[in-house]
T-cell receptor, first 118, second 118 residues
Framework: GAVVSQHPSWVICKSGTSVKIECRSL??????MFWYRQFPKQSLMLMATSNEGSKATYEQGVEKDKFLINHASLTLSTLTVTSAHPEDSSFYIC??????????????FGDGTRLSIL | AQTVTQSQPEMSVQEAETVTLSCTYD???????LFWYKQPPSRQMILVIRQEAYKQQNATENRFSVNFQKAAKSFSLKISDSQLGDAAMYFC???????????????FGTGTSLTVIP
């Protein structure tokens, strides 16, 4: 079945650095990718939706200059947390979908990235 | 706006017994999708079961079944013959159909933490 690979699975870095998280669709072309954030024992909150070749659509309250999303190809989207601070520590999950005009396609989730900012 | 409510933050079940997790949602759409996802400690999102709103028949996947009450906007998950591996966080999720005009992202409930007692 379809697989979405997310890398890295866990990253620890110092405050002030930027961190890039990759989300790849391995056996299908992902026309739409989604980035979620999940705090401990809480639900997934959608951060942004990205379509290949266009700018991401951010949810209200998500700083687009803080969380840079690039969906440059049909198999890769990246989330860059710029100048990360401890409050950015969280679990980030991507998901990907191929959009067919004829049917609703499933949305596949990556395994997530645990980001810890010291 | 769509909302998904899981009123049981924690549930427990004896191994081999049956447990039902509750979920209600609010929507003005007539066609949509409902899902139950399992998130074990590894944090990977695993699709458990999916229901299309236009289908009256309740979805079933092996030991997992749903009770979909469209008029009541209720979508409960029943786990039969519970196993230790079923212990996880369970999220109920709603997704619009592809032709909705405000995006196709998931709306997640706050989750129910299921403990399976040996």
């Amino acid at each position: 079945g379809a697989v979405v690979s997310q890398h890295p699975s866990w990253v620890i870095c110092k405050s002030g650095t930027s961190v890039k998280i990759e989300c790849r669709s391995l056996d299908f072309q992902a026309t739409t990718m989604f980035w979620y954030r999940q705090f401990p024992k809480q639900s997934l909150m959608l951060m942004a939706t990205s379509n290949e070749g266009s700018k991401a659509t951010y949810e209200q309250g998500v700083e687009k200059d803080k969380f840079l999303i690039n969906h440059a190809s049909l198999t890769l989207s990246t989330l860059t947390v710029t100048s990360a601070h401890p409050e950015d520590s969280s679990f980030y999950i991507c998901s990907a979908r191929w959009d067919s005009p004829y049917s609703n396609q499933p949305q596949h989730f990556g395994d997530g990235t645990r980001l810890s900012i010291l | 706006a769509q909302t998904v409510t899981q009123s049981q933050p924690e549930m427990s079940v004896q191994e081999a017994e049956t447990v039902t997790l509750s979920c209600t949602y609010d929507t003005s759409e007539s066609d949509y999708y409902l899902f139950w996802y399992k998130q074990p400690p590894s944090r990977q999102m695993i699709l458990v079961i999916r229901q299309e709103a236009y289908k009256q028949q309740n979805a079933t996947e092996n030991r997992f079944s749903v009770n979909f009450q469209k008029a009541a906007k209720s979508f409960s998950l029943k786990i039969s013959d519970s196993q230790l591996g079923d212990a996880a966080m369970y999220f109920c999720a709603y997704r619009k159909t592809i032709y909705s005009n405000t995006g196709n992202q998931f709306y997640f409930g706050t989750g129910t933490s299921l403990t399976v007692i040996p």
